[in-house]
Nanobody
Framework: VQLQASGGGLVQAGGSLELSCAAR???????MGWFRQAPGKERELVAT???????NYAGSVKDRFTISGDNAKNTVYLQMNNLKPEDTAVYYC????????????WGEGTQVTVSS
């Protein structure tokens, strides 16, 4: 059971990056998404998507980030455009599974750094 994340890296302000995350060995994944944690701050929600395609975004990324999913591959993507220095953080993939979404899984995290 694991969440395999890829993408991330260093980009200049105004640039774009795409993150992807595949859920391996997890049955009945209902919600997948991304959270992030900047140095000295708490982990916060970035965006989530349900199996049915319903999305939810943090206000700070709405209109800049787009989350999408491939149910057949249990994979979620996060397209990040117009990146800002304040988007710099470790981004964590998250998945919720089970009948009551009571099973929570986390990926190891991938660093996104936006230079000004």
């Amino acid at each position: 059971v694991q969440l395999q994340a890829s993408g991330g890296g260093l980009v200049q302000a105004g640039g774009s990056l795409e993150l992807s995350c595949a859920a391996r060995g997890i049955n009945s994944v209902n919600i997948m998404g991304w959270f992030r944690q900047a140095p000295g701050k708490e982990r916060e929600l970035v965006a989530t998507i349900t199996r049915g395609g319903r999305t939810n975004y943090a206000g700070s990324v709405k209109d800049r980030f787009t989350i999408s999913g491939d149910n057949a591959k249990n994979t979620v993507y996060l397209q990040m455009n117009n990146l800002k220095p304040e988007d710099t953080a470790v981004y964590y993939c998250n998945a919720k599974a089970g009948i009551f979404n009571d099973l929570t899984y986390w990926g190891e995290g991938t660093q996104v750094t936006v230079s000004s």
